[in-house]
């Protein structure tokens, strides 16, 4: 008896220390739950912004949003080419209460072929070269309910600071919230055309561990093709999602990243990276 009620001593003994050990586990995950907790931007962000740019951009280390979808001339619907491409974030919260929030994110995306989903580089004689920011820096604000993101793009005299004028309006479908960014493009291009087109990003963020994937977003655009492709008006299509790091990449975009856009696996480090690169030259996605 005393053998039996000295193993369930030991075993309840062992049994607590495995549960304060969790305890402390838990307590050590929630102490640093977010790098920027502590900022007082940070702690005082109205509730629905604060989850848009945790989404968005993370909470301090490199997030990627992955895409896949295809390009459909119009009006005929006939399917052109698939598209794949990914863009990698970080976020920037200020100390001061009111200071800007600064997302810094990199993006590319590729045409691939419409039936074999392969990677192209030519196309009826001519070069295609991806779509490739090598930057693009947005902070966002909080005004009458909708979230603003003003944006900064560009290299030399072609630096643009875009400023947001509708916001993004947001509603919640039960513990879902919904993002919807509807931008309108009209500016002039250097070659002296103007570059017009219509995009619409329909972000949808679910509370963390109710789904799989609770980072998800559906994006369609209007506009002309790329000169290579013969011009005309076409539909983008494309579905994102959320990984958090290069072992979540699709097999076939890691490859084709890794190959053909290293840099871009990662974010610009911070704002003055940008200020170097906005030396450098521009390149498809630029509007250039």
């Known amino acids: 008896m005393r053998l039996i009620s000295s193993l369930f001593l030991i075993f309840f003994i062992l049994i607590g220390c ?144 875009i400023k947001a004028k509708e916001g993004i309006p947001y509603r919640k479908m039960g513990n879902t919230y919904v993002y919807n960014a509807s931008v309108f493009l009209d500016f002039p291009l250097p070659s002296g055309t103007q570059y017009q087109a219509w995009e619409n990003y329909d972000f949808f963020i679910h509370p963390e561990g109710s789904v799989e994937e609770p980072h998800q977003m559906s994006w369609q655009r209007y506009g002309q093709l790329p000169k290579w492709a013969g011009g005309g008006p076409a539909i983008i299509q494309l579905y994102s999602w959320r990984v958090e790091s290069q072992e979540e990449f699709p097999v076939n975009l890691l490859k084709w990243a890794k190959e053909n856009k290293p840099n871009w696996l990662s974010p610009p480090k911070n704002i003055e990276e940008v200020r170097m690169l906005q030396k450098g030259k521009g390149g498809p996605g630029w509007g250039g």
């Open 18 to 161: 495995k549960e304060e050990k969790q305890l402390n586990i838990q307590k050590e995950k929630k102490e640093v739950l977010h790098p920027s907790q502590d900022k007082i931007s940070y702690q005082n962000a109205p509730e629905p912004l604060k989850i848009w740019v945790n989404a968005r951009a993370g909470t301090g280390e490199p997030v990627h949003w992955m895409a896949e979808g295809s390009v459909y001339e119009y009006p005929s619907g006939k399917k052109l080419f698939g598209m794949i491409g990914f863009d990698s974030s970080t976020i920037i919260w200020p100390e001061e209460e009111n200071g800007e929030i600064t997302h810094l994110t990199r993006k590319t995306f590729a045409y691939t072929d419409p039936e074999t989903g392969d990677v192209i580089t030519e196309y009826n004689g001519n070069k295609v070269a991806p779509i490739a920011y090598p930057y693009q820096m947005i902070t966002y604000r909080l005004e009458n309910n909708k979230i603003y993101g003003d944006v900064e793009q560009g290299v030399g005299d072609r630096v643009q600071n």
